[in-house]
């Protein structure tokens, strides 16, 4: 069983950043692929980033050119900048491990003046 735990999530006012992290009780270099998901209050889960273990990044519209997701040993990070009103959501980690998926508790993200 892999264990996942995202921190890093607050309130932030529009134009802010945070770094999100999530660390895992495995080594991530045994990912094939890390990826961080968002729901918002009354929509369906989204994909936000994603990062498999060639270096390939996925990013959603939404998002790109705002934020980075990166990866080491330990964890899996997504850096947002320019953050809007309409970032505000839970934001999950994901970590595929062979045909396995994984999901942390999330952690929440609230874009507000």
């Known amino acids: 069983q892999v264990r996942l735990e995202e921190s890093g999530g607050g309130l932030v006012q529009p134009g802010g950043s945070l770094r999100l992290s999530c660390t895992a009780s495995?080594?991530?270099?045994?990912?094939?692929?890390v990826s961080w998901h968002r729901q918002a209050a009354g929509k369906q889960r989204e994909l936000v980033a994603a990062?498999?273990?060639?270096?390939r990044t996925t990013y959603s519209p939404s998002v790109a050119g705002r934020f980075i997701i990166s990866r080491d040993n330990s964890a899996v990070h997504l850096q947002m900048n320019r953050l809007v009103p309409e970032d505000t959501a839970l934001y999950y980690c994901?970590?595929?491990?062979?045909?396995?998926?994984?999901w942390g508790q999330g952690t929440r993200v609230t874009v507000a003046s």
């Open positions: 994901n970590v595929q491990v062979g045909l396995l998926n994984y």
């Open positions: 495995i080594s991530i270099n045994e990912a094939n692929t």
């Open positions: 990062l498999t273990i060639y270096g």
